[in-house]
């Protein structure tokens, strides 16, 4: 019997897939494929995954356990007034449903981070673990020479776990295969904003966390296929509401509170989910030295997020302002996990510079596991009801 599933929906099925494993079978299933080959996760803040890669190994985005995992033992290990990420992190680990990673790697995003990394070298002795620290200063001779050693360390030590040495070649190799990715993804979002009925954030997502388990080549031809199909049918186009979603780059906000939002009348035209897929901004040359140029693109080049130091507070927010204004977006939702620090800190600082350039705004906080999403869309409905009554034009 053939399938009637239309190009785009077979696309989102497959990434559908991927979102519920939790066991991650499409990992396994790339290890078992060549006997030998590694796989090194990562809490997907941001990572030089370029350094993985280059490696031979497969970078594995680490976001939790969602919805649809029940944290026990992982509760035994947090208080209940911290997030529930590092919890049901924990959980998967405890479980054996991380036991293909060969390693992990935990960014700097925040002290309860931080702690999850020692922890995990105390749980699991028999596997690589770094803490990746980034510079707080962001001049090249200090912050840029900091963070080249602490990359320097990272390329030796994957040099060992795989029994070489990462040379030069591998690694311009393998930023040139992220430039790519991260173009398409940059193709998906400007598409997205010009055509937010075509390509609904819940399906973005979901392209969005395939890319945390697949390959970055596979991911790339996913994404530009996703595009050509979606462009094919056209969908009907509705009057709603044009927002941007500020505070989820950690905690990821469960696939149906996106939803939900959507449904409320809310066309989501930026946000900041996984920004390890987008935290740099534009190409990074590969045919210089990877390193220098991997440092040099993080300090002038990446992202503005609360989970990266702010070196100037007269910046503050404006980064968040060129998303709306960029995206034609007409309000921003403030949607963070509860308990996160960094998300909450600087929400307030964002509001004023929101409110002083009389863009509406709306916030509110969840949790992985969030399962109350009717007052979610209801308070989402009447931000897009009052932009569309009453904002300025």
Known sequence: MLSTLSPVQKIIDRCTVLFE?????????????????????????????????????????????????????????????????????????????????????????????????????????????????????????????????????????????????????????????????RVAIDELYKYRAAKPWQAPTSEVYLLLRAGMVLPPEDHTVLVREYLKATEAVPRPKRDNARVVINGSFCEQPPLALIKSIEMSGCYIVDDDFMLVTRWLLDEVPANASPLDELSKAFLHRSATSAAKYDTTQAEKGMFLLKQVKTRGAEGVIFAAPSFCDPALLERPMLQDVMAKNQVPYTAFKYAENTGQMAPIREQAGTFADSIKLWSVK
Request: aromatic share 10%.
């Open 21 to 181: 494993d939790l066991d991650f079978k499409a990992v396994q299933e790339w290890k078992a494929a060549k006997p030998g080959r590694k796989a090194i996760g990562y809490m997907p803040v941001y990572v030089p995954r370029e350094l993985i890669h280059a490696a031979g190994m497969l970078p594995v985005g680490i976001l939790g356990g969602g919805d649809s995992l029940e944290v026990i033992q992982g509760d035994a290990y947090y208080q209940s007034y911290i997030c529930r990420i590092p919890r049901s992190t924990i959980e998967l680990g405890l479980t054996g449903r991380l036991d293909c990673m060969d390693g992990m790697l935990f960014p700097s995003i925040c002290d309860v981070i931080r702690n999850l990394s020692g922890m995990w070298q105390i749980l699991f002795k028999d596997k690589y673990v770094k803490y990746i620290d980034v510079p707080q200063n962001y001049i090249d001779s200090i912050g840029g020479n900091f963070y080249i050693q602490e990359m320097q360390t990272l390329r030796e030590d994957l040099g060992r776990l795989r029994g070489s040495e990462v040379t030069d070649a591998e690694l311009n190799a393998s930023i040139a295969v992220y430039n790519e990715n």
